[in-house]
T-cell receptor, first 112, second 110 residues
Framework: SQTIHQWPATLVQPVGSPLSLECTVE??????LYWYRQAAGRGLQLLFY??????ISSEVPQNLSASRPQDRQFILSSKKLLLSDSGFYLC???????????FGQGTRLTVV | DAKTTQPPSMDCAEGRAANLPCNHS???????VYWYRQIHSQGPQYIIH???NNETNEMASLIITEDRKSSTLILPHATLRDTAVYYC???????????FGQGTRLTINP
């Protein structure tokens, strides 16, 4: 069976500091991978998705970037965090051809 | 992907059936209707999906109108643990993106 790991669960970072959130999937190969952000009291915003190694599609221009260095690893990064980057970040995967997406437990990022 | 419209919030009494509507009047022939829910501070959870026939699983039933322009998610016997935001999504099965709208905040009252 497949599992998704996302860490850390919570993170407090100062403005201007870098960010690296990692997401890994086990038990499958070539999944579609997704990064979402949810600001407090708001809906889920799709940030990036990837259909394969090195293939990243960006949905919203922003202060963040994503990379997929390995098949089951998806990384969300920022060189300099802004206050507006605070939120709940979720990683998800979907099996090739599968109907449903599976989400990690999320990282709650607070930029201070 | 077609746009969906859901009421922002709904209430339901514990033990009763919760019926969550979704309008998707611009749905295309190859687009499925998906439902997810998000319990507070957790990632969304897949519930059910369908194309044109009604579907049922251990969590819920999905009723899609004959013209496919709207659907209803039914939780037959709502419990307090069903309190969550419910998202209706329309997407072609082969589409790579998965975009969520604002959803319906369902509150189950004791």
């Amino acid at each position: 069976s497949q599992t998704i790991h996302q860490w850390p669960a919570t993170l407090v970072q100062p403005v201007g500091s870098p960010l690296s959130l990692e997401c890994t999937v086990e038990g499958t190969s070539n999944p579609n991978l997704y990064w979402y952000r949810q600001a407090a009291g708001r809906g889920l915003q799709l940030l990036f998705y990837s259909v394969g190694i090195g293939q990243i599609s960006s949905e919203v221009p922003q202060n963040l970037s994503a990379s997929r260095p390995q098949d089951r690893q998806f990384i969300l990064s920022s060189k300099k965090l802004l206050l507006s980057d605070s939120g709940f970040y979720l990683c998800a995967y979907r099996l090739m051809g599968g109907p449903e997406a599976f989400f990690g437990q999320g990282t709650r990022l607070t930029v201070v | 992907d077609a746009k969906t419209t859901q009421p922002p919030s709904m209430d339901c009494a514990e033990g009763r059936a919760a019926n969550l509507p979704c309008n998707h009047s611009t749905i295309s022939g190859n687009e499925y209707v998906y439902w997810y829910r998000q319990i507070h501070s957790q990632g969304p959870q897949y519930i059910i999906h369908g194309l044109k026939n009604n579907e049922t699983n251990e969590m819920a039933s999905l009723i899609i109108t004959e013209d496919r322009k709207s659907s209803t998610l039914i939780l037959p016997h709502a419990t307090l643990r069903d309190t969550a935001v419910y998202y209706c999504i329309v997407r072609a099965q082969g589409a790579q993106k998965l975009v969520f709208g604002q959803g319906t905040r369902l509150t189950i009252n004791p």
